[in-house]
């Protein structure tokens, strides 16, 4: 048996995944947002469906009668969190999704872009991180 024979075993393919993340100034967008935990959950629930991810958990914090929102939703692809600071305008979004046994890219983009597009932003800063 020579060399060519004794293949070494070929390593499992790494789960990969999409992270994108923005951070969002000069928001626009309806202030039911900013405010509203109930509201903005039930948005991020439909977005996703929307996207064709799989809701399996969330948790939406709002912080007293003025202050921003908190949320999570955590998916069977990987999650998707939001953070709402209503006296600055500012949002960040963070949208992950692990593309093991199926490509989620394209859905994480729907999503992602969803999310942005609620807030309305002047001033996006957005960055897509490849996780391997």
Same mark, same amino acid.
């Given at each position: 048996?020579?060399?060519?024979?004794? !293949?070494?075993?070929?390593?499992?393919?790494? $789960?990969?995944?999409?992270?994108?993340?923005?951070?969002? *100034?000069?928001? !626009?967008?309806?202030?039911? *947002?900013?405010? &509203?935990?109930?509201?903005?959950?039930?948005?991020?629930?439909?977005?996703?469906? =929307?996207?064709?991810?799989? $809701?399996?958990? %969330? *948790?939406?914090?709002?912080?007293?009668? %003025?202050?921003?929102?908190?949320?999570?939703?955590?998916?069977? =692809?990987?999650?998707? &969190?939001?953070?709402?600071?209503? =006296? !600055?305008?500012?949002?960040?979004? %963070?949208?992950?999704?692990?593309?093991?046994? @199926?490509?989620?890219?394209?859905?994480?983009? !729907?999503?992602?872009?969803?999310?942005?597009?609620?807030?309305? $932003?002047?001033? $996006?800063?957005?960055? @897509?991180?490849?996780?391997?």
């Amino acid at each position: 048996m020579g060399l060519a024979a004794a !293949k070494a075993p070929e390593p499992e393919p790494r $789960p990969k995944g999409l992270h994108l993340l923005g951070d969002l *100034y000069g928001c !626009k967008g309806e202030d039911r *947002y900013f405010f &509203s935990a109930d509201l903005l959950r039930e948005h991020c629930l439909r977005l996703v469906a =929307e996207a064709g991810l799989t $809701p399996v958990g %969330d *948790y939406f914090h709002q912080f007293g009668t %003025d202050g921003g929102v908190t949320g999570m939703v955590v998916l069977a =692809e990987s999650h998707l &969190s939001v953070h709402t600071w209503p =006296e !600055k305008r500012y949002v960040t979004v %963070d949208v992950f999704v692990c593309n093991y046994t @199926s490509d989620n890219r394209h859905k994480a983009y !729907k999503l992602f872009t969803a999310l942005v597009d609620t807030f309305r $932003p002047a001033e $996006p800063h957005v960055r @897509s991180v490849e996780r391997e």
